[in-house]
C-alpha cells in the first residue's frame, strides 16, 4: 500500500518569502506524484504532478516540485510566497498502473504580510 | 462548462435519518470517485467508478452506498447516517492520472 506524510500541519511565511512544504512518500516502486491546492470552502485544484517524465515539475503559479527517489520525497516550492496564496496543499500519490489518490493530511499556509 | 457539480451545499441530517448526495460532471470522463474529508486526516477515498456499471469500494466504504447512473452522474447514499459521518464530501471525475474535484457537500450529522 502507498502512503504520504507531509511534514507540518501549518507554515507560516512573510509575503514575498520562500514557500517550502515537505512531502515523503513510501511505495515500492516509483508512483505518480501530485500536490493539490484547496483555497477556502472550494474543492481541490491540480497545481502539478510528476508522472515519470523530468524529476523537476513545474505547475500554476509559480510552484514547482522536485521528486527524488533516493529520498522518496517531493516537496513544494514557490521562490516568493503571495497573500493569495494562503491555502490549504495536499500531497497525493497514486500507481503508475492505477489511478486512484492516496492523500496526506495536508499541510495549511499563512502568509503575513 | 460546470466540470463537476455536487448537490446540496450544505445537509444537517439526525441520527438515522438518510440521504443521497448528487454528483454529476460534463467533462465525459469515464471514471468517478466520492471522496471524504476530515480535518487533519486529508482526503480519503470512499468508493469509486472506473466506468458506467462498475463500481469498487474504497479506503472507507462503511456506511455507504453508491450509484453509477449513467456516465454524467455517480450518487453516494447514507442509509442511516451517524455523527461519525459528519465531513465535507467531495466528488471528482478523472481521466488518466487526473483529478478534477467539484466543490463538495457539508453534512453535519447531529
Known amino acids: 500500500a502507498q502512503s504520504v506524510t507531509q511534514l507540518g500541519s501549518h507554515v507560516s511565511v512573510s509575503e514575498g518569502a520562500l514557500v517550502l512544504l515537505r512531502c515523503n512518500y513510501s511505495?515500492?516502486?516509483?508512483?505518480?506524484l501530485f500536490w493539490y491546492v484547496q483555497y477556502p470552502n472550494q474543492g481541490l485544484q491540480l497545481l502539478l504532478k510528476y508522472t515519470s517524465a523530468a524529476t523537476l515539475v513545474k505547475g500554476i503559479n509559480d510552484f514547482e516540485a522536485e521528486f527524488k527517489k533516493s529520498e522518496t520525497s517531493f516537496h513544494l516550492t514557490k521562490p516568493s510566497a503571495h497573500m493569495s496564496d494562503a491555502a490549504e496543499y495536499f500531497c497525493?500519490?497514486?500507481?503508475?498502473?492505477?489511478?486512484?489518490?492516496?492523500f496526506g493530511a495536508g499541510t495549511t499556509v499563512t502568509v503575513r504580510a | 462548462n460546470a466540470g463537476v457539480t455536487q448537490t446540496p451545499k450544505f445537509q444537517v441530517l439526525k441520527t438515522g435519518q438518510s440521504m443521497t448526495l448528487q454528483c454529476a460532471q460534463d467533462m465525459n470522463h469515464n471514471s468517478m470517485y466520492w471522496y471524504r474529508q476530515d480535518p487533519g486526516m486529508g482526503l480519503r477515498l470512499i468508493y469509486y467508478?472506473?466506468?458506467?456499471?462498475?463500481?469498487d469500494k474504497g479506503e472507507v466504504p462503511n456506511g455507504y452506498n453508491v450509484s453509477r447512473l449513467n456516465k454524467r452522474e455517480f450518487s453516494l447514499r447514507l442509509e442511516s447516517a451517524a455523527p461519525s459521518q459528519t465531513s465535507v464530501y467531495f466528488c471528482?471525475?478523472?481521466?488518466?492520472?487526473?483529478?478534477?474535484f467539484g466543490p463538495g457537500t457539508r453534512l453535519t450529522v447531529l
Open positions: 497525493a500519490v497514486s500507481p503508475v498502473n492505477d489511478y486512484k489518490l492516496s
Open positions: 511505495s515500492s516502486v516509483p508512483p505518480y
Open positions: 471528482a471525475n478523472g481521466v488518466a492520472n487526473e483529478q478534477f
Open positions: 467508478s472506473a466506468s458506467e456499471g462498475t463500481t
